[in-house]
Nanobody, 116 residues
């Protein structure tokens, strides 16, 4: 069973930065998993923010390209999301996701609020 624990959320002013981290408890090879960040704003569906595949390839939602960067540390079994130039529309609960073989696991989520 995969356990994911997010950290790093909080309140930040528009234009500010936050770094989210996700620690994975994965018994088999962490590096075979695709790791991603999703978010869900009030009244909206959960959406993909960024994903990093096992080979290091990344994909981003158009709304965060150029502002967010996803990275992974296979030795530490962590995935991070550096968020810069945050906007009010980035306010949401952010969830860490791990997927392999079509099976996905989710963290409990961390709140990010962008407000002045």
């Amino acid at each position: 069973q995969v356990q994911l624990v997010e950290s790093g959320g909080g309140l930040v002013q528009p234009g500010g930065s936050l770094r989210l981290s996700c620690a994975a408890s994965i018994r088999i090879l962490f590096n075979i998993y695709a790791m991603g960040w999703y978010r869900q704003a009030p009244g909206k569906q959960r959406e993909l923010v960024a994903v990093i595949k096992s080979d290091g390839r990344t994909n981003y939602a158009d709304s965060v390209k150029g502002r967010f960067t996803i990275s992974r540390d296979n030795a530490k079994k962590t995935v991070s999301l550096q968020m810069n130039n945050l906007k009010s529309e980035d306010t949401a609960v952010y969830y860490c996701n791990a997927e392999v073989g079509g099976v996905a696991s989710w963290g409990q989520g961390t709140q990010v609020t962008v407000s002045s």
